[in-house]
Each structure stands twice: as structure tokens, then as C-alpha cells.
């Protein structure tokens, strides 16, 4: 049975490949990013999947515009709900150094990567079906236990706070059988991996897809890497 999605970031990098691929085996998916009408690849995708494929415009950032999607969700939804969040959009300063760290990049990470997932996860309960699931894209770079050099500090750090929030949403919505993992990607050819990348943006959300696919609520607040190994906390 089709799967309805909504995939956040999905303009580019690994959210559109997300989508691109859920599209392909048939699912309905509700891409959300900053400006639709500037999202080409998105716009060409609803063109070769029709009525499967809606844009809607959301800054995960910003309170103003969750609200505004939660209140286009009748419309989009019908009376379906939600069977799979994929919390993707993310945002990574780099060049950031000991010493000239900033508040601002501090609070800009904290709230794409932490809260703003966080809260709009929050406010789309309503609208998830039992046993459903939320996919959270973290980092490896977010597990404490793997960190050794003072590098890219607020990603690190808002990753790290993210993977808490993976926790306790799993808590809260276990009783509904609901799901909630976080995911490390790989190091992704996208704008955000850069050039050294060596993960192919192809094989990690098809590899990503293949671990959302087996979860169950046993591994609901674990952390997973694309290829189904978990990471360390
Ligand atoms: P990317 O190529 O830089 O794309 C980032 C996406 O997030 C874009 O669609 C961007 O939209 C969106 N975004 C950023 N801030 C946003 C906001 N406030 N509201 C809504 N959308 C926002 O990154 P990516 O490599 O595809 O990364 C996807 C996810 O995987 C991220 O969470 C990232 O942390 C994680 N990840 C990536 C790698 C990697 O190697 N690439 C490794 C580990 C984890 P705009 O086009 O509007 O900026």
C-alpha cells in the first residue's frame, strides 16, 4: 500500500534523492523546502508523477511556517495520515574555529538542526498514524563518543542535542507503536558533504530507505548508519 511522506529539505542533496526515490516505488510524498518556486528538480518530479507529488513551502527554522503547514494538512491529507516523517533539512557552518566560535551559528544550528525537527514533530502527532514513523538525519559528527578534534562545533553540537531529542520522542510516542530513529547518512556527495564526499547520494538514501523500511519499534531511539550498523551514542 502506498506510504503517504513527508520529507523536509527535499529541494536538494539527500532529501530530493529521498524523494525521488519514494516516488519510484509508488508513494505519495509531501516535499517541504524554503521556496518551491525555485525548487526545479521538485517541480520536474510532480510533473512525472502526477497528483503523487505536493510542494509546500517550510522553513524548519521558523515557528510561523510550521503553523502554516500544519494548516494546509487537511487539504493535502484528505483523511489519510502521515506514515513516514523524514526530518532531512539540516544546515553546517563550516571554517568555524576554537576561539572565534559565534552565538549566532550556535543558535542558527540549534534551531534547523534541534528544535525546529523537534517541535514540528511535535506538532504533526495529530497527524501521524499509528505505528508510523519519524526518520531523524543526524551525523555521526553528533555522537559524542566519536568525537576527537574541535570540528565544525555547532553542527557537533546541535547533532548531539538532536540525538537526545530522537530519545525522548521515541519515549513519548511509543505507546502508538510510533518509531524514531536517527540516521547518519555517510559522507554524501551533496552541497553539504562537499567534494571529498564518498558516498553516493544515490546509495545512502536507498540504503537509508532500506533501514526506515526494516525498523520496528524495538529499534525505535536507536542510531543507525545508512547501511543498517548501528552507531554509538
Ligand atoms: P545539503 O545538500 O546542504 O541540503 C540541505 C537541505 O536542507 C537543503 O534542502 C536546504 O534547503 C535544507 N535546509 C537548510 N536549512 C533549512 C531550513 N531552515 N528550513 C528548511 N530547509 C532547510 O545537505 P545534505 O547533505 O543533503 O544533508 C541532508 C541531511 O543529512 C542534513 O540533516 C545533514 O546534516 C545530514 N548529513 C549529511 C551528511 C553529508 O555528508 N552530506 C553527513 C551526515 C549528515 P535550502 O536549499 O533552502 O538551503
Given at each position: 500500500m502506498p506510504q503517504n511522506t513527508l520529507v523536509t529539505g527535499?529541494?536538494?542533496g539527500i532529501g530530493l534523492e529521498f524523494t525521488r526515490q519514494l516516488l519510484e516505488r509508488g508513494d505519495r510524498v509531501i516535499a517541504a523546502c524554503r521556496k518551491p518556486g525555485q525548487a526545479h528538480a521538485l517541480g520536474a518530479l510532480a510533473g512525472e508523477h502526477p497528483g503523487r507529488l505536493q510542494l509546500v513551502p517550510l522553513d524548519v527554522a521558523e515557528a510561523a511556517s510550521h503553523h502554516a503547514l500544519l494548516g494546509e494538512l487537511p487539504l493535502l491529507l484528505g483523511e489519510d495520515k502521515l506514515d513516514l516523517v523524514i526530518q532531512n533539512a539540516g544546515v553546517l557552518h563550516s571554517g568555524e574555529r576554537f576561539g572565534q566560535l559565534t552565538e549566532a551559528n550556535l543558535l542558527d544550528s540549534f534551531r534547523t538542526n534541534t528544535s525546529g525537527p523537534l517541535l514540528l514533530t511535535q506538532s504533526l502527532t495529530p497527524w501521524l498514524a499509528d505505528g508510523a514513523k519519524i526518520a531523524n538525519l543526524s551525523s555521526i559528527l553528533g555522537s559524542l563518543a566519536d568525537t576527537q578534534a574541535f570540528s565544525t562545533p555547532s553542527y557537533r553540537i546541535s547533532k548531539a542535542a538532536q540525538n537526545m531529542a530522537t530519545r525522548l520522542l521515541a519515549a513519548a510516542l511509543a505507546d502508538r507503536g510510533i518509531s524514531v530513529i536517527a540516521l547518519h547518512p555517510g559522507w554524501v556527495q551533496t552541497d553539504m558533504g562537499g567534494?571529498?564526499?564518498?558516498?553516493a547520494v544515490t546509495d545512502s538514501a536507498r540504503g537509508l530507505l532500506k533501514v526506515i523500511d526494516a525498523a520496528t519499534p524495538k529499534d525505535s531511539g536507536h542510531f543507525f548508519d545508512w547501511q543498517g550498523r548501528e552507531v554509538a551514542w
Open positions: 527535499a529541494n536538494r567534494d571529498g564526499a564518498s558516498v
